[in-house]
């Protein structure tokens, strides 16, 4: 069975003349993108992280797992949605896979060097329990397989005679913006526990479109995962005698300590740039919160989970705009390291609303107009060790202008 096992999700062929017409950047679907999946704690009591445990015992989980990649890109002929499978019914992949050509993959056989799932829970651990904290460090287990084959795929892209190289950098960039994107906290949590609250089937995760502008060559226009996880119904679990006593699970993040913080921001501004246009327009009034988990690890956590800001009118090129209201469409996931927090591309997800005036000409009636904008780019912010945060350079992409949002240092205080 090991040889059914790709470690790519996508195909080569990715590196065909693709274009697509999409520009929201990656999102998770549902709920704002980023909106955890209750499954409630008491299902895993007895069992780490969720329930102290003094002496747990190793549960090693028995079953296997599934997933494929569909992913919309135009040019691409009869392939256009592609699938490309993790692992083939016959260990090799057709000319033109479908969901029906993909196989499972035994947990003993989870690619990447990835831990098999397993469960550290105490002797008065019920079996429901033991069972359920396989099911859920399995989802993070197929969470994070999916990472690494996404990145592993873009790593192995390679220019194809007669395809410019722009075109594979760009699909390059939009595998690495999907990757970073899964790989951020709160939305490895949310894919988790999709998997998880749905044991034996295969759920659907949606990704939106890729980051590169959707006018280039070799942009993913939509993306969805397809993963599932199915332990053994006969034998869902045993005991792993040469693991013995246990004191943390082996997918499952372990949470230590959690903050959630807010503050005012004191001055900043959204700076437009692009043909004929070089303007600025001042915040003058925003709001925020951030929560923050600190793990065994001592690794922290980063996630902006609210901004809303007024912004003043401004001019752009023929464009007028008033009434400008900016928020943040749902909560975003950062890497802190030091004082610096990056937000991967198409983390950062704003609804800005407006008046908007064509050469004094009111479009739709006066009335305000909504779109919603990612980040093109890693964006950039700080989180001092003297408890304050700022955006340095948030990039987004609006048809043919960036917009770049920077923020002053604002204090944090602790919301109870």
């Not at 009591?45 to 890109?73: I, K, N």
Request: negative net charge; proline residues 7%.
């Amino acid at each position: 069975m090991h040889t059914n096992v790709h470690h790519v999700l996508f195909a080569a062929s990715l590196s065909l003349l693709l274009v697509a017409c999409a520009d929201s950047g990656p999102t998770l679907e549902g709920d704002g993108g980023l909106a955890e999946a209750e499954t409630g704690k008491e299902l895993y009591d007895g069992c780490l992280p969720y329930d102290e445990v003094e002496l747990g015992a190793s549960f090693t989980c028995q079953g296997e797992g599934e997933g494929w990649l569909v992913t919309d890109v135009y040019g691409a002929g009869k392939l256009n949605p592609m699938t490309n499978c993790l692992a083939y019914a016959d260990g090799v992949a057709p000319d033109n896979p479908t969901p029906e050509d993909c196989a499972p993959v035994p947990l003993e056989l989870v690619p990447f060097d990835l831990p098999r799932p397993r469960g550290c829970c105490g002797e008065d651990a019920a079996e429901d329990n033991i069972g359920g904290v396989c099911v859920l460090d399995c989802g993070y287990a197929a969470c994070k397989t999916a990472i690494a084959a996404i990145r592993a795929t873009a790593d192995a892209l390679e220019p194809i005679k007669g395809v410019p190289k722009n075109v594979v950098d760009t699909s390059k960039a939009d595998l690495y913006a999907y990757a970073d994107f899964l790989d951020a906290p709160a939305s490895l949590q949310h894919c988790a526990q999709k998997v998880a609250l749905v044991p034996g089937e295969v759920v659907s995760i949606g990704l939106g479109s890729g980051v590169t502008s959707p006018a280039a060559f070799g942009h993913i226009k939509d993306a969805t995962i397809f993963l599932g996880c199915n332990l053994d119904p006969d034998e869902p679990f045993v005991i792993d005698s040469e693991f013995g006593v246990c004191t943390e699970p082996t997918n499952i993040p372990d949470a230590m300590q959690e903050q959630q913080s807010g503050g005012s921001v004191n001055g900043g501004a959204v700076s437009v740039f692009g043909p004929g246009v070089d303007t600025s327009a001042t915040i003058e009034h925003a709001t925020f919160e951030i929560h923050e988990v600190l793990n065994r690890d001592l690794s922290i956590d980063f996630t902006l989970t609210s901004f809303d800001a007024t912004v003043t009118d401004t001019r752009a090129g023929s464009f007028d705009l008033r009434d400008v209201q900016v928020s943040l469409a749902g909560p975003a996931s950062g890497t802190l390291e030091g004082d610096a927090v990056i937000f991967a591309p198409g983390t950062l997800r704003f609804t800005v609303s407006s008046i908007v005036s064509v050469d004094g000409e009111p479009l739709f009636a006066g009335l305000p107009t909504r779109a919603e904008y990612s980040n093109s780019a890693p964006a950039t912010a700080t989180r001092s060790l003297d408890g304050s945060f700022a955006f340095l350079n948030a990039p987004f992409e609006v048809g043919e202008y960036i917009a770049v949002l920077n923020t002053e240092p604002s204090a944090l205080v602790p919301i109870q």
